[in-house]
């Protein structure tokens, strides 16, 4: 088995034991003193993972045979220790409100060192940056980036930290990565924002609990991303952009999408959380896309539709609710023409 990603590890063991001591919860089955060392999603479980299970949708996900720990509520306690017995399943009343004040503790924020004034170029002791990568102007990289032979990094460009700037990658002026790696000759033009916190929270109000997003995004080789494009990085799972994908100007793409190989996404387009779409689709301009739909490979969405649920058959959709296209264009004819006859009463 391999060891769990670093971004998503504790920074020391802790077992169920200590997540009981610290935090409000009830342990109803399993051991305590199971040793945890990581967080995951449902769909990444692994031996020692520590996971919240809020959504019903996801319990079959779960696998039986491994050790891990579920923070969830009373109501799913039963069936989850039915079904997983080797976890031990922890209670709450909101699960995914402590899962995100108990990350929150459990992963305290990287000290990030101040930007430096000046027109030199600042790059931190635990930066690297290979001697043929040209950086601009201003330029700032930070703790734990790598930037390979021939990327470009234009003026004012920041990467904030735990960035991979692939080879022969064109990063615009005035642009911000955080936590992404970019697969070699992707290009981004000015002022996109790559691996910004999601926006992900649980309640309203002054009682709101942001959730920490621990995630990357990680884009494939020869990506082509516009101006003023968001790509916001996942909560635990990252948020992943195939090869040869090309994004228009002005798109966001929330937390935990994926997209697959050689899409096309036009301005404006909003694509809201766990998305997943296909590869060789193409999303036409203003198209908002659902959390948690799927499209399949192929498939084309016309300008301004609203896609709001699973598409499983390739083709071209349009209209809101988004429906196959011809089925939307004879349905407007048809509008129109009795619209046209009502007026000649």
């Excluded at 968001?230 to 935990?256: E, K, Y």
Aim: proline share 4%; charged share 15%.
């Amino acid at each position: 088995m391999s060891a769990p990603p670093e971004h998503l590890s504790f920074a020391s063991s802790l077992t169920v034991a200590d997540l009981v001591g610290q935090f409000d919860v009830e342990l109803v089955a399993g051991p305590s003193d199971m040793v945890l060392t990581h967080v995951s999603s449902a769909h990444t479980v692994t031996a020692g993972s520590f996971i919240a299970l809020y959504d019903d949708r996801l319990i079959e996900h779960l696998p039986a045979a491994h050790r891990f720990a579920c923070l969830t509520t009373s109501a799913r306690a039963e069936q989850l220790t039915s079904l997983c017995p080797q976890a031990a399943i922890l209670v709450c009343d909101n699960p995914r409100q402590l899962y995100a004040d108990m990350l929150t503790s459990l992963f305290k924020p990287k000290a990030q060192t101040a930007l430096s004034g000046g027109d030199s170029v600042s790059i931190d002791a635990s930066a690297s940056v290979h001697p043929e990568a040209v950086l601009g102007p201003y330029v700032f990289v930070g703790p734990h980036c790598v930037v390979d032979a021939g990327a470009v990094i234009g003026a004012h460009a920041v990467l904030a930290g735990d960035v991979h700037v692939g080879a022969e990658c064109h990063v615009s002026e005035q642009c911000w990565l955080g936590h992404s790696i970019l697969g070699a000759r992707t290009r981004l033009a000015q002022n996109t924002v790559i691996g910004k916190r999601g926006f992900g929270f649980e309640g309203q109000g002054a009682e709101a609990r942001f959730i920490p997003h621990l995630g990357r995004v990680i884009t494939g080789e020869g990506c082509d991303i516009g101006a003023g494009v968001t790509i916001d990085r996942g909560v635990l799972d990252d948020t992943l952009i195939g090869a040869h994908v090309m994004i228009d100007n002005q798109v966001h793409i929330a937390h935990n999408v994926t997209i697959g190989d050689n899409c096309i996404i036009l301005a404006q387009a909003g694509i809201a959380g766990s998305a997943r779409i296909g590869a060789n689709c193409i999303i036409g301009g203003q198209v908002g896309i659902a959390d948690h739909v799927s499209l399949c490979e192929g498939v084309t969405v016309a300008s301004k539709s609203g896609i709001t649920k699973d598409i499983d058959m390739p083709g071209t959709y349009a209209g809101f609710p988004a429906e196959p296209a011809r089925k939307f264009w004879t349905q407007q004819a048809a509008l129109r023409r009795l619209a046209k006859a009502k007026a000649e009463k």
